[in-house]
């Protein structure tokens, strides 16, 4: 049976939500939610096609976050700031390129 993929890439973004508080902070207090819902909107007004945005829950980075994962590559990404969002719809999602200072510390 052949594999079925509909998507060239999916992109996950972690939104997962800890108590105030907590030491290991979580993505969703860094605003993961707005930055995914930013990069869905662009890619959508861009006409990109075959890419699929999702919210995720934990992805075990938060200290790092908000992170996002993009398949099929497991390219992990910290990004803070909409400039971020950007460059990874130019560069990863259209060109196929990473972002490379955009790339998460490889820390535990």
């Known amino acids: 049976m052949k594999n079925f993929v509909e998507y060239k890439y999916h992109v996950f973004f972690c939104t997962n939500k800890r108590p105030e508080g907590h030491p290991r902070g979580c993505c969703a207090q860094k605003k993961s939610l707005k930055l995914r819902n930013l990069m ?59 972002v490379e200072r955009l790339l998460m510390n490889k820390k535990d």
Do not use: F, M
């Not at 861009?46 to 919210?55: H, P």
């Not at 790092?64 to 994962?69: C, E, S």
């Not at 400039?83 to 560069?91: G, P, Q, R, S, W």
């Open 40 to 98: 869905k909107a662009k890619a959508k007004s861009l006409g990109i096609e075959k890419v699929r945005i999702n919210a995720s829950g934990c992805l075990d980075k938060c200290e790092q976050g908000p992170t996002v994962v993009i398949y099929p590559e497991g390219v992990w990404y910290t990004i803070r700031k909409e400039a971020d969002v950007e460059d990874i719809i130019n560069e990863h999602l259209l060109k196929g390129k990473t």
